[in-house]
């Protein structure tokens, strides 16, 4: 088939919503605007281990810290599953992960703000778990078969993540005085960059128009936003804790919430690598990196060895 067909055919498998699969023939930039996607959203994971990871040993409890240790070991799993489907591109894991070291590569301005208190693992869970799920559930429709399939699986750990980090608020919200103090602060610091995660605004948006007509993305960085808060206002009544937001309010006229402005130059700048917490996130993953060096060789030196008797044996 000459280069005309294939984009032909290419293009009637989008439109017709089925999914492209790694052996099908793909325009370079869809490969491109994925792997760039995909790595991002595995670094991620990855690095959104440090965050709440910082709390493992200082759990209020054994049952807190088992909860806490199983869903850090979930992103570790969503990374793994994410560098997989990044190689189905055609990539290397090592060189996504080399990439990341030396900061060519972005993972989500999230992952930059400190975890002053134990609450702070709540409003994770809560309202980080909480927009990347709103983020992740149209990724299982995404166009590209083994990232959307990925996802399916990601989505329904997450939902446990948000339900664990919603309870954990729940019950310091209904603790002690200073208890709940501690809940509202975690809120108030956490909110903002929760709602800045979904990307900058849609009239800002380098990639969203292509990837939606990819239908890699299927709603805009502000449908999802609105998705987000549209679900979490409620979830803060019902936990009696109050949004950093004096503009929300229900909008009958639109049938969602109305909500105020991020601080789009706080997103710019923690993007551009200079967050509260950038430089320690990089320097932790690079630290674990090398020291985790005898691992992957230990690794290699058996897979060959193995390899050498199967052929001595054949
Ligand atoms: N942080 O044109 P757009 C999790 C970059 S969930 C950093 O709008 P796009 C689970 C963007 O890459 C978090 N960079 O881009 C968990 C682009 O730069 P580039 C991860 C951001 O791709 C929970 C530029 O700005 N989820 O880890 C951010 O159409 C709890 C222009 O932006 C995913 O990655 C940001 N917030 O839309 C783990 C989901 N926003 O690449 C542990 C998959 C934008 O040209 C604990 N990704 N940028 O250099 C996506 O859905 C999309 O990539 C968006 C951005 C929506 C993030």
Redesign the pocket.
């Known amino acids: 088939m000459d280069g005309a067909a294939l984009e032909r055919e290419f293009k009637a498998l989008i439109e017709a919503d089925s999914r492209i699969e790694p052996r099908d023939w793909m325009p370079d930039e869809y490969r491109k ?1 994925l792997v ?3 790595s ?6 990855i ?3 440090q ?2 990871g910082n709390w493992i040993t200082r759990a209020p409890s054994l049952r807190r810290k088992a909860i806490l240790m199983a ?2 070991q979930d ?1 570790a799993g ?1 990374g793994l599953y994410l560098y997989c489907a990044a190689e189905t591109l055609g990539v290397e894991r090592a060189e996504l992960i080399d990439l990341l070291n030396a900061g060519k ?7 930059n703000y400190p975890t002053l208190t134990w609450a702070d693992v709540g409003a ?2 809560w309202l ?2 909480g ?2 799920i709103t ?2 559930i149209p ?1 299982t429709r995404c166009s590209y078969g083994p990232y959307a399939r990925a996802m399916v699986r ?1 989505c329904k750990e ?1 939902s446990f ?1 948000q339900r664990q980090g919603f309870e954990l608020l729940y019950a310091l919200s209904r603790g002690t005085p200073e208890q709940h103090a501690m809940a509202q602060d975690a809120v108030d610091r956490w909110w903002w960059p929760s709602v ?5 605004p ?1 009239g ?5 128009e ?2 939606m007509a990819w239908r ?2 299927r709603f ?2 502000d449908e ?1 936003r609105q998705r987000f808060v549209d679900m979490t206002v409620p979830q803060a009544e019902m936990l009696g804790l109050t949004l950093p937001d004096p503009q929300i309010r229900w909008n009958e006229d639109r049938g969602h919430y109305d909500f105020g402005e991020c601080d789009w130059d706080e ?1 710019r700048r ?2 551009a690598g200079d967050g509260p917490c950038n430089r320690q996130r990089l320097a932790h993953h690079v630290q674990a990196h090398e020291e985790g060096a005898w691992v992957r060789e230990a690794a290699a030196a058996h897979a060959r060895k193995h390899a050498a008797t199967a052929s001595a044996a054949a």
């Open positions: 605007t760039r996607q995909i991002q959203h595995a670094h991620s994971e690095i959104g281990m965050p709440e869903k850090v992103e969503h590569q972005k993972y989500s301005s999230i992952f994770i869970g980080v778990d927009a990347a983020n992740q990724l990601v997450e993540h800045m995660m979904f990307g900058p849609d800002e948006s380098v990639h969203t292509q990837s890699i993305k805009s960085n999802l997103l923690v993007i």
